[in-house]
């Protein structure tokens, strides 16, 4: 009888054993597991508390959503007043890794297209990363989702993104049910180039019901979002109005222009310059993403082409 009591307390004791081990696996589950946007699976064991972002266009996001940013890049557009104190991690275009290191994160915000070159010595240092796109609006909203699940607010997200979308659809409401023929260039000190529906004036011209003309057209090689610019096919097009986005500076870029236009007969046929149609659209909504400010540059756009709306 001795003999069979022993044995139960030994199975009772192996059991008790197995049920704190099943208490420990469950204790070290993932905090989330996320899908980037360049189809990685990235697993965080416990939510971030150091948050490094590439891209200025991830801070206020972020920063809505409860996120601690502790390291972020510089830029001229889209900085908040309340992240210029943040450390510096570099310029948008040249991230420093030192300096991105030294913030010591738990977590870095990559800016697809842009940053990829820094997931092998941040996979080296063993620090978890997710690559993110924020052009058109839909990537916005998704990248508003990502965020929540790396700090658990997803009721906040989705407030934000149906304030958004309401926003959105007042303005769309506002102007007429008119099919625009559009043209958006985008202007650089290299040269022209045309801007496709992946563009963040691209996606904003077809949330408006207008037709972008050069849609379909094949994209540059490294640029999925524009197409190489030709006079000849501008001209063919015959857009009624044209957009031109810019990066550098602005007065420099409209004199230019100005100038291109002015040196061939050609643009004086074309509709949008013949009609006056011709708008150059503000970097800090079309150089880098607008962001949260999205309905903003839906306005700004709609009011160009209709002031009284």
Not at 37 to 46: K, P, S, T
Not at 96 to 120: H, T
Not at 122 to 129: S, T, V
Not at 224 to 235: G, K, N, V
Request: aromatic share 6%; with cysteine; charged share 20%.
């Amino acid at each position: 009888m001795k003999n069979i009591f022993a044995f139960a307390l030994i199975l009772a004791l192996i059991f008790t054993g197995c049920g704190d081990n099943s208490a420990a696996v469950t204790s070290s589950t993932s905090f989330a597991v996320i899908q980037d946007d360049a189809g990685r699976e990235v697993a965080l064991a416990e939510k971030p508390a150091r948050i490094v972002v590439t891209s200025a266009s991830f801070l206020e996001p972020l920063h809505r959503l409860g996120a601690n940013i502790v390291g972020r890049p510089d830029s001229k557009n889209n900085m908040p007043d309340w992240a210029e104190d943040i450390s510096s991690v570099g310029q948008v275009y040249q991230i420093d890794v030192e300096r991105l290191l030294a913030c010591q994160p738990d977590l870095v915000i990559v800016n697809k297209g842009m940053n990829e070159r820094l997931l092998d010595v941040l996979a080296e240092n063993k620090i978890p990363a997710l690559v993110t796109e924020m052009k058109t609006f839909d990537n916005t909203t998704h990248a508003l989702r990502t965020f929540a699940q790396v700090t658990g607010e997803t009721a906040a997200a989705e407030e934000i993104i149906a304030q958004m979308n309401a926003d959105i659809q007042k303005t769309v409401a506002s102007i007429p049910h008119e099919k625009k023929c559009v043209a958006i260039l985008h202007s650089t000190a290299q040269g022209l180039s045309v801007q496709l529906e992946g563009s963040i004036a691209g996606c904003i011209v077809e949330m408006l019901g207008w037709e972008n003309v050069a849609a379909g057209m094949t994209p540059l090689e490294n640029n999925p979002d524009a197409a190489p610019y030709s006079m000849e096919t501008l001209a063919a097009q015959n857009p009624e109005i044209i957009f031109v986005t810019s990066m550098g500076n602005l007065d420099s870029i409209r004199k230019n222009m100005q100038e291109t236009i002015d040196s061939n007969d050609a643009w004086q046929a074309i509709g949008a310059v013949k009609n006056n149609q011709l708008y150059y659209l503000p970097q800090n909504f079309f150089l880098l993403s607008p962001g949260l400010n999205y309905p903003e540059a839906v306005e700004l756009v709609a009011k160009l082409i209709y002031p009284a709306s």
